[in-house]
């Protein structure tokens, strides 16, 4: 029972980091229908220009939002850069885009940063917790509490504020809200920058519990994409639940067979979704891509 405990509550404190990548990736696509393979790339910011700033000096609260600026300037500099200039490029094109984006965030987090594994110190005092056997770690329960209110936020930005609203008018029909009046560029610039907040958020938060380095975007990338597939690209909510189911996969995949195939079970469950569930977990909701 212990065991069953710690695998879930572990589970449970990764999939809620896969969560937030998947929902960067259903920001953006929402609003632009670019799959961006380079959302891992703000949580591996968020982490490492959080840890070089504490080192400076910086109090950890400052390390964290300079973090997080950091990434919102990056996500819109992607969008500004090299996603507007595509223009009306093919989806793969874009991908391409994306993919080569993450490629160079990667080499120039590696020259100006290191090559080293990191860790933050824990954002809450207490350590550890003892729960029916099961040790539990108290940035943890911050983590997924974390989660839990930027879902919220996310979830009342969008339903009760006017850009949100224009967010959500841009991911239904991009010209109908521009014949409607709505700046459709500005709404794709904010999904980048809300976006890479986001992810900053993310990689703040979970360094402390699973370390960071230069190039844990990639596979965390990887992850995310998974989750927002298996919830339905395109639905909020379904990326929040794949992130969850995805955590927990993996977390009893590692305890109850190897920890070896950890990373290979998001292939295996991004596979079986393309392949018997193309539209996910949410198909059954009458939307288009909203």
């Known amino acids: 029972m212990s065991e069953l405990l710690q695998f879930t509550l572990s589970g449970l404190t990764m999939g809620?980091?896969?969560?937030?990548?998947?929902?960067?990736?259903?920001?953006?696509?929402?609003?632009?229908?670019?799959?961006?393979?380079?959302?891992?790339?703000f949580v591996m910011i968020g982490g490492m220009v959080a840890v070089f700033a504490f080192k400076a000096g910086i109090p950890l609260p400052w390390a964290v939002a300079m973090a997080i600026a950091a990434a919102t300037v990056i996500g819109l500099m992607l969008y500004a850069f090299a996603i507007r200039p595509a223009g009306n490029a093919s989806i793969v094109t874009l991908i391409i885009i994306t993919i080569g984006a993450s490629i160079f965030l990667r080499g120039l987090a590696s020259v100006l940063f290191d090559k080293s594994i990191h860790k933050l110190p824990d954002f809450v005092p207490g350590g550890t917790l003892q729960m029916a056997g099961a040790t539990i770690?108290?940035?943890?329960?911050?983590?997924?509490?974390?989660?839990?209110?930027?879902v919220g936020g996310l979830w009342l930005f969008l339903s009760r504020t006017l850009p949100g609203k224009a967010m959500l008018a841009t991911a239904a029909s991009a010209l109908a809200a521009r014949l409607s009046g709505i700046n459709t560029s500005l709404v794709i610039a904010s999904s980048f920058a809300v976006s890479g907040a986001i992810g900053a958020i993310g990689g703040a938060l979970i360094t402390p519990v699973a370390l960071t380095a230069y190039d844990v975007g990639a596979p965390l990338a990887l992850k995310g994409f998974t989750a927002a597939v298996l919830g339905g690209l395109g639905h909020p909510l379904g990326a929040v639940v794949g992130g969850l189911l995805l955590g927990l996969l993996e977390a009893f995949g590692a305890g109850f067979i190897s920890s070896l195939y950890k990373d290979a079970i998001a292939f295996v469950v991004l596979l079986l979704v393309l392949m018997f569930l193309p539209r996910g977990l949410f198909a059954s909701a009458k939307v288009d891509r909203v």
Do not use: D
Request: net charge negative; hydrophobic share 60%; proline share 0%.
């Open 16 to 41: 809620a980091i896969y969560s937030l990548v998947a929902i960067g990736f259903v920001l953006i696509y929402n609003a632009s229908e670019v799959v961006n393979f380079a959302q891992g790339e």
């Open 137 to 150: 770690q108290a940035q943890s329960l911050l983590v997924l509490f974390g989660v839990g209110l930027i």
